[in-house]
């Protein structure tokens, strides 16, 4: 499900930058006078980042950085990880960087690194507590994280300066449905719809409260009634897809999923959810496409591996579903059965690695309750062992002998180059 909370901007160096364009240079001025053959001294002018860097402190190496992360950012998800490495540079050489902690911040929520995203939003908001976008960065990321109580707070003060910020009440509906208070959840959504009969984001919040109350009648008119006002809304055609999911109408699903991909072709959940169900109805090639393409813009993330991770082994790309696998075991979930035994079988069967097959089915024995896999398991083991075992008691063939051309053959040889 996609309880969708409001997504933020981003902080360029506008303020800062204003303030620096207006610092007059005065540098190689001279009050001696001059002579007439005197000829006037050049001072070249100063480049953007270097007024800034100027007048912020802030190390032109750093300022550098930052603007690299920015270009890559502009230029999508697929540079994602681009603005990240500029962005991690910026602040190891500047630790005081505010913009550059919080825009890392979103990347790092953006990739479900959330405790890292929490780390650094809260970084920038103790080096800048009186930017307001940091307060409420950091209670999206808090409640991303799941720390809702947190989150909780930080809304709750957003919402006492700003009465009016519709966004955040919102989120707090948002919040107080992942923590199953769906009254709760309801009576802030209908307290936003009283002002804005029309608010899309608490439309969308209210088709998940009735998602979640199988009413889906309802669910499909709250989320249309948003459609109606954004029809490109990614978020609401990705909830649409689910609602449709539920009621079995996959056709419906699809088409909700593949107009929430046109209108951003790099929306994850939707991209992700298409492509899970064209792998479960066996379109391998496009659902391998699909997956391709999430783990491009978010290599970092546990369901696009393990999805990758099927479909190339669906379409017999066994070296990249190896790696897949690897990765989700790796960094998601080291106890994950499915993927476990995958791997096991893959390196059994297509990559011909015996001692990387019994390491993966031990793990198995260890962590399988069901005593028939557990028996297949084992003999698996000793049937690879057994063979590992024969081969090292195998003598190495001996090397064929070297054969001397006979004398005679070589005169033989040399009269016939003679003849010639």
């Known amino acids: 499900m996609k309880n969708t909370l409001t997504n933020l901007t981003r902080r360029p160096l506008m303020g800062v930058m204003a303030g620096a364009l207006a610092v007059t240079l005065s540098a190689g001025c001279s009050s001696a006078p001059k002579t007439v053959d005197e000829a006037p001294v050049v001072v070249p002018e100063k ?24 270009v890559a950012i502009e230029a999508g998800a697929t ?20 913009e550059a902690h919080y825009n890392l911040g979103l990347l790092y929520g953006e990739i479900d690194r959330n405790d890292d995203a929490v780390e650094r939003i809260q970084t920038a908001r103790e080096l800048d507590p009186d930017v307001f976008d940091y307060t409420v960065a950091l209670a999206k990321a808090y409640a991303e994280n799941e720390q809702y109580d947190d989150a909780q707070t930080l809304f709750s003060e957003v919402v006492a300066r700003d009465p ?38 608490a439309l969308n919040t209210l088709g998940l409260v009735y998602m979640e109350r199988e ?89 696009a591996n393990l999805g990758k991770g099927a479909s190339a082994f669906a379409v017999g790309e066994h070296e990249e579903a190896d790696e897949r696998y690897r990765y989700y075991i790796d960094e998601c ?23 990387e097959a019994i390491a993966y089915y031990e793990r198995l024995v260890e962590l399988e309750d069901d005593v028939n896999k557990v028996a297949n398991y084992e003999a698996s083991i000793n ?38």
């Open 164 to 201: 009016n910020n519709l966004v955040a009440k919102n989120n707090m509906a948002v919040i107080a449905l992942r923590r199953g208070e769906e009254d709760q959840a309801l009576r802030y959504v209908e307290e936003i719809l009283r002002e804005d009969n029309v608010n899309v984001g």
């Open 215 to 303: 009413n889906y009648s309802l669910a499909k008119y709250s989320l249309r009634k948003a459609l109606k006002q954004d029809e490109d809304n990614v978020d609401v055609l990705n909830n649409l897809g689910l609602v449709y999911i539920q009621e079995d109408n996959v056709p419906l699903a699809v088409d909700s999923f593949s107009k929430a991909i046109e209108a951003d072709e790099d929306y994850l959940e939707s991209r992700l959810n298409l492509a899970s169900i064209l792998l479960e109805y066996l379109d391998y090639e496009r659902a391998d496409a699909h997956f391709t393409h999430a783990v491009r813009i978010a290599p970092h993330h546990c369901v």
């Open 333 to 355: 979930d080291s106890d994950h059965l499915s993927s476990l035994e995958r791997l096991a079988q893959l390196n059994e069967t297509h990559l011909q690695r015996p001692e």
């Open 383 to 420: 049937f690879m062992r057994s063979q590992l075992e024969q081969q090292e008691q195998q003598p190495e063939p001996e090397a064929a002998p070297e054969v001397e051309e006979a004398p005679e053959a070589e005169e033989s040889a040399e009269g016939g180059e003679a003849a010639e």
């Open 79 to 98: 540079e994602r990880q681009t603005a990240i490495e500029a962005l991690e540079r910026a602040i190891e050489i500047e630790p005081t960087f505010a």
């Open 47 to 70: 480049s953007e980042q270097e007024k800034i860097s100027e007048s912020t402190g802030i190390p032109l190496e750093a300022l550098e950085a930052f603007e690299e992360a920015m």
